[in-house]
């Protein structure tokens, strides 16, 4: 079974900068894309970018397009997730995910465990 591991949350002033990780152990990544979603209190659990793993194309929500950067690196089998000019909106638990499909709708597999994420106003 594939499990996720997520690092880099935390505490940012608005406008700064947050970059989240997610290393995938126990077997290869490649069958899969990486996907992130994220959730804020009150609300529904959204898409936020994805990547393939075989050719490294990427895909944003309207939300973060310009301002997210999603990344890979096969050979570590991890994920990243840049994240600029951050607001109080954005303000989440962030979640990495394995994709069988990128969608529309995004189909996914496995979940890591959520990392939170708070922008200050």
């Known amino acids: 079974q594939v499990q996720l591991v997520e690092s880099g949350g935390g505490l940012v002033q608005g406008g700064g900068s947050l970059r989240l990780s997610c290393a995938a152990s126990?077997?290869?990544?490649?069958?899969?894309?990486m996907g992130w979603f994220r959730q804020a209190p009150g609300k529904e659990r959204e898409f936020v970018a994805a990547?393939?793993?075989?050719?490294?194309?990427?895909y944003y929500a309207d939300a973060v397009k310009g301002r997210f950067t999603v990344s890979r690196d096969n050979a570590r089998n991890t994920g990243f997730l840049e994240m600029n000019s951050l607001s109080p909106e954005d303000t989440a638990l962030y979640y990495c995910?394995?994709?069988?499909?990128?969608?529309?709708?995004?189909?996914?597999?496995?979940w890591g465990q959520g990392t939170q994420v708070t922008v200050s106003s």
């Open positions: 995910a394995a994709l069988i499909r990128v969608g529309p709708p995004p189909l996914v597999s496995f």
């Open positions: 990547i393939t793993w075989s050719f490294g194309n990427t």
């Open positions: 126990g077997r290869t990544f490649s069958r899969y894309a």
